[in-house]
C-alpha cells in the first residue's frame, strides 16, 4: 500500500456545503455537473479509491475478456494552485505541479526512485487522460455499477497516452456525482494491437469531496530533486 502522507480518517459528517464550515474547517464547493461539467476543480478522494484493468483473452476474436485486475488508487487536486497527486498504478504516483512533475516509484510500500519529468504538467497530465474537454451527450441522470447517480460525459480518446505502450483509445467516459459534482471516476476503452492486451482502464473514487486538499499531501518526498533549471521552482 502507497501513503503520502499520514491523515485522519474523516467522515461524512465532517463537512457541510460551502454554506458554513464543519468542524473539520472543510468547506465543499458543490456544483450543478448537468451543464459545463469540468475536471478543473479543487477535489480530492477521502477515502482510497480503486483502479482497474481489464484485458483481452488471447483469442480476443470471440470478444472474451479475463477478470479485471484491481488495486488502490486516490486522487488529490488543488486545481487553484495547478497541483495533482495521482496513484496512477500499483506501484506509481504522479506529483504534477505547473511546469513539471514527479514520478514516484515504490517496491514493497517504500520509496525506490522519483524520476524529474519536466515534459509533464498539471494540464498535460490531465490531457493525456482524455479529461480535459468533456462533452455531456446523455440527458438523464444515470446509475452506475457502484450504485451512484451519476451524469455521463464523453472525454477525448485521441488525447489519452498510455504509459509504456502503443495502444489508443477509442473511448473515455467519465461520471459526474449528480449530488454534489466531483468527479467520480472515469473509464478508458483501448483498442487492440495483440491479443491479451489492454482492453479497459478504469478509475472510481466513490468518495471524491468538492473541496480544497490539505496542502501537505502535495509535498513531494525528499528523494526528489528537480533538474537545474528547475531548482528554484519547487513548492514549498
Known amino acids: 500500500m502507497i501513503k503520502i502522507n499520514k491523515r485522519r480518517e474523516l467522515s461524512p459528517t465532517d463537512y457541510e456545503n460551502e454554506s458554513?464550515?464543519?468542524?473539520?474547517?472543510?468547506?465543499?464547493?458543490?456544483?450543478?455537473?448537468?451543464?459545463?461539467?469540468?475536471?478543473?476543480?479543487?477535489?480530492?478522494?477521502?477515502?482510497?479509491?480503486?483502479?482497474?484493468?481489464?484485458?483481452?483473452?488471447?483469442?480476443?476474436?470471440?470478444?472474451?475478456?479475463?477478470?479485471?485486475?484491481i488495486y488502490p488508487?486516490?486522487?488529490?487536486?488543488?486545481?487553484?494552485?495547478?497541483?495533482?497527486?495521482?496513484?496512477?498504478?500499483?506501484?506509481?504516483v504522479i506529483f504534477a505541479f505547473s511546469e513539471f512533475s514527479f514520478w514516484v516509484r515504490y517496491t514493497n510500500g517504500n520509496i525506490s526512485s522519483c524520476d524529474f519529468d519536466a515534459s509533464t504538467s498539471y494540464s498535460s497530465y490531465i490531457d493525456r487522460l482524455g479529461l480535459t474537454r468533456l462533452k455531456r451527450h446523455h440527458s438523464a441522470i444515470e446509475e452506475t455499477h457502484h450504485h451512484k447517480e451519476v451524469f455521463i460525459y464523453d472525454g477525448d480518446p485521441d488525447s489519452v497516452v498510455l504509459r509504456g505502450s502503443n495502444q489508443t483509445s477509442f473511448l473515455v467516459t467519465a461520471y459526474a456525482d449528480a449530488g454534489n459534482g466531483a468527479l467520480l471516476g472515469w473509464d478508458t476503452f483501448f483498442t487492440s494491437i495483440s491479443s491479451s492486451d489492454l482492453y479497459q482502464l478504469s478509475y472510481w473514487y466513490d468518495s471524491m469531496l468538492p473541496a480544497s486538499p490539505d496542502p501537505t499531501w502535495f509535498d513531494p518526498p525528499s528523494l526528489c530533486q528537480p533538474s537545474s533549471t528547475h531548482s528554484n521552482r519547487v513548492p514549498k
Open 20 to 69: 458554513c464550515a464543519g468542524e473539520a474547517g472543510i468547506y465543499v464547493h458543490e456544483r450543478n455537473a448537468s451543464v459545463n461539467f469540468s475536471i478543473f476543480v479543487d477535489e480530492y478522494s477521502v477515502k482510497e479509491g480503486t483502479y482497474s484493468l481489464t484485458f483481452r483473452t488471447p483469442d480476443s476474436s470471440k470478444g472474451g475478456l479475463q477478470t479485471p485486475k
Open 73 to 92: 488508487s486516490f486522487w488529490y487536486q488543488d486545481n487553484t494552485n495547478s497541483r495533482l497527486v495521482h496513484q496512477v498504478d500499483m506501484d506509481t
